[in-house]
């Protein structure tokens, strides 16, 4: 089986502007987890949906969003980009969600920068 | 709420000779605990996890974790560390009782293998 795809790989914004970043879980897994990554944060849980509804939050502002549409594709989107959303955003997916101890995949992320 | 720690930000260690990666944890349920890693420019790859039963838990590429509740750790170890382990380890756990996941990972180990 493909694993989990991201795109695009890499990304340059501007303070202000929005992305939109895509992950594609692997086939037949239906929970999609998103996570921040950066040097002095670590990795930070953005959220998690399972069959197109949001399960799990972190502790992020407004201006993150996500959805997943019903092939258990996800989009993440950030609005009025900051300097501080410059990270690698990994998204992880697993096969059932119903299940804590499900392991988790991860793709290869996508690095933003804010310029 | 749950936390997980890693004590040494780097660990260094000659080709050939056994590693020891630490993870202690804290949790109100009981844990649920992961070890991936990750290469640069690349996303996280699992390497083993502990749900229940054996205390030694066996994973990918000759590594292998030992779960303690007394001492809630779950370091990682390998009896014989090559260059090419050399990486950024990251521990992660799982609360039985958030449930979801809502995954909190460690700050993250480099390990440096010297040839």
């Known amino acids: 089986k493909a694993g989990v795809t991201q795109t695009p790989r890499y990304l340059i914004k501007t303070r202000g502007q929005q992305v939109t970043l895509s992950c594609s879980p692997i086939s037949g897994h239906r929970s999609v987890s998103w996570y921040q990554q950066t040097p002095g944060q670590g990795l930070q849980f953005l959220f998690e949906y399972f069959s197109e509804t949001q399960r799990n939050k972190g502790n992020f502002p407004g201006r993150f969003s996500g959805r997943q549409f019903s092939n258990s594709r996800s989009e993440m989107n950030v609005s009025t980009l900051e300097l501080g959303d410059s990270a690698l955003y990994l998204c992880a997916s697993s096969e059932q969600g119903m299940g804590v101890t499900d392991t988790q995949y991860f793709g290869p992320g996508t690095r933003l920068t804010v310029l | 709420a749950q936390s997980v720690a890693q004590p040494e930000d780097q660990v260094n260690v000659a080709e050939g000779n056994p590693l020891t990666v630490k993870c202690t944890y804290s949790v109100s349920g009981n844990p649920y605990l992961f070890w991936y890693v990750q290469y640069p420019n690349r996303g996280l790859q699992f390497l083993l996890k502990?749900?229940?039963?054996?205390?030694l838990v066996k994973g990918s590429y000759g590594f292998e974790a030992e779960f303690n509740k007394s001492q809630t750790s779950f370091h990682l170890k390998k009896p014989s560390a090559l260059v090419s382990d050399s990486a950024l380890y990251f521990c992660a756990v799982r609360d039985s009782r958030t449930g979801g996941f809502k995954t909190i990972f460690g700050a993250g180990t480099r390990l440096f293998v010297k040839a």
């Open positions: 502990y749900i229940t039963g054996d205390n």
